[in-house]
């Protein structure tokens, strides 16, 4: 008998349960196919070097998930077929009874809304484009058309909510991403490891590729998702093993990040040390491991310093932010200074007792603080050197701080360029844009002489991903993409808790968003970004449904 005021289970149909068990491992294993695939070979892929590295990655991205779909589609078709059989559809009339409307609010999560939205908004803007064909397969742009942003929201949608990560699986990340990593930082010391460069190809071209993904505006984009992962799980590990694994992970990611230069990198990292402190500040220990963090990137960059100095006729070299940050003769202070501060706050706790664990919002709060006198002191140098006039009392940080046409490789003109056509457009582009990934096309018809005048180039993307969606899938898609976006940030920050990978993608995806501000949406990089947000809101999922388990046997 059961004891007095213990819950009482109903009893079960074991057949039913092994059945339903059955379907679910046999879709969990066809998931984890695909993502195996696409955390080990499609970051490391390529075939005739850099000459079509995007052509190779995008159809290894597009077969893998095809594949995942059309096995998927194959044993569910199996799987119907064998529950009206025996047991007159149960399981199945349950699974289609989700997608009752009345269920809807249960079913799905606000980044499903938003997401099914982004993609209703880019079939009408494919299908009332006046360039059907290049809008289907974006091939007059980067092949982000309508047919591989329809890949994204179905792989999103099956793997966020049938997919049952496993921890190796995700560690894969990890191993590719130091790969690449190290690849990218001998490509600094220019040794092509990979052999991609010819002799007769001059350094200045060579020198923006780099490592498995080619320009170095991506390959930044993808280290800094590596980054994000690693650094987001070094401040929240509690085993000894993974804790060292993370940080080795964290300091090359920082290595790779700063040697890649590329100016987006700062967008990155600025998400990395600016946010995640957001999440975590509310445990003492995080806030230990942070200032180790902060640390040891500024250790990285005075070694990099060093070995300019010392490789200078070997290296790359660096030409961008992180000169000025190097020229500042404080430099060395600065990094003792940073880890006797680490060092003594952690003794300080031992010494009190205080321990690694909840320490309440004193330390949230005083990051908030700190975080706002941080951006009003931003507001006031981009005031002061641009309204006011004197971007020359800045010195080399000008070029950074003073916008122009030619800000950011000339993302100043390009940007200024793509506000007017898009005010030009009828009430309907605007709503649907042009097309996706008509960008290329929408310049050459309209502004081809003034672009190549100007820039002496031609662009077939806005370099950034939010405007150049704004301007190919309209206000509705990029409004609805938005809200995919900050929908699954805030149910990954709402849920880090749960799980110890949660925080992981949560960063990956904040250092993605971050530098997207100043860089493209491409096969290259952006299934990875997909893949992660959706393996986080998976785990999320996951977490809640293994919580609401438990509770169901207390």
């Known amino acids: 008998m059961a004891e007095i005021g213990k819950h009482v289970k109903k009893p079960q149909n074991t057949a039913k349960d092994t059945f339903s068990s059955a379907c679910s491992s046999a879709v969990n294993d066809i998931i984890g196919l695909c993502v195996f695939i696409l955390m080990t070979v499609f970051p490391l892929l390529y075939e005739e070097a850099y000459t079509n590295i995007m052509d190779v990655k995008y159809i290894c991205y597009y077969q893998a998930v095809i594949g995942m779909l059309v ?148 390959y930044t984009a993808y280290v800094g998702m590596v980054m994000g992962f690693c650094a987001s799980l070094f401040l929240t590990a509690k085993k000894k093993h993974y804790i060292i694994w993370y940080y080795a992970c964290m300091v090359i990611s920082f290595f790779a990040i700063i040697m890649g230069c590329s100016d987006n990198a700062y967008f990155a990292i600025a998400a990395l040390f600016g946010l995640i402190p957001f999440a975590v500040f509310k445990n003492r220990g995080c806030v230990n491991r942070y200032l180790v963090m902060l640390a040891s990137f500024f250790t990285v960059v005075l070694c990099i310093d060093r070995i300019n100095q010392v490789f200078a006729d070997r290296v790359i070299g660096l030409d961008s932010l992180f000169m000025v940050i190097t020229s500042f003769g404080g430099l060395v202070y600065a990094v003792a200074f940073l880890w006797m501060f680490a060092i003594g706050f952690w003794y300080y706790g031992k010494k009190k007792n205080l321990g690694s664990g909840d320490c309440g919002n004193r330390f949230l709060y005083a990051w908030g603080v700190f975080s706002l006198l941080v951006l009003l002191a931003i507001g006031f140098v981009l005031y002061d050197a641009n309204a006011a006039g004197h971007g020359e009392r800045y010195g080399a940080a000008r070029n950074y701080l003073v916008f122009s046409k030619n800000w950011g490789s000339e993302r100043g003109y390009i940007w200024g360029a793509s506000v007017k056509l898009y005010q030009e457009f009828s009430w309907m582009k605007k709503l649907f844009g042009y097309g996706p990934d008509t960008f ?115």
């Open 71 to 218: 096995l998927l589609l194959a044993a569910v078709l199996v799987m119907a077929a064998v529950d009206f059989k025996k047991y007159k559809g149960v399981h199945t009339k349950n699974v289609l009874g989700g997608l009752l409307p009345r269920n809807w609010k249960r079913t799905f999560l606000a980044a499903d809304f938003a997401v099914i939205i982004f993609w209703v908004a880019v079939a009408v803007s494919t299908f009332c484009s006046d360039y059907f064909y290049e809008s289907f397969w974006g091939n007059e742009g980067r092949y982000s058309g309508m047919f591989l942003l329809s890949l994204y929201v179905l792989a999103y949608l099956v793997i966020s909510r049938f997919w049952r990560p496993e921890r190796w699986i995700l560690e894969l990340f990890l191993v590719t991403g130091m790969i690449m990593c190290v690849i990218g930082i001998t490509d600094y010391f220019r040794l092509d490891v990979l052999n991609f460069r010819g002799p007769d190809i001059p350094l200045e071209e060579s020198d923006i590729f780099t490592s498995t993904i080619g320009n170095i505006n991506y």
């Open 440 to 554: 290329g096309i929408l310049t050459t018809e309209n502004i081809i002489y003034e672009m190549t005048r100007i820039t002496n180039k031609l662009y077939d993307c806005a370099h950034n991903e939010y405007l150049h969606y704004l301007l190919t899938i309209g206000f509705v898609g990029a409004a609805a993409y938005l809200a995919f976006l900050g929908s699954s940030i805030q149910y990954m920050w709402k849920n880090w808790k749960k799980n110890p990978y949660i925080i992981g993608f949560l960063g990956a995806v904040l250092c993605y968003a971050f530098q997207a501000v100043i860089n493209n949406s491409l096969p290259l990089i952006t299934p990875m970004m997909w893949l992660l947000l959706s393996i986080g809101v998976a785990e999320c999922r996951a977490s809640k449904g293994e919580a609401a388990e438990q509770e169901g046997t207390d």
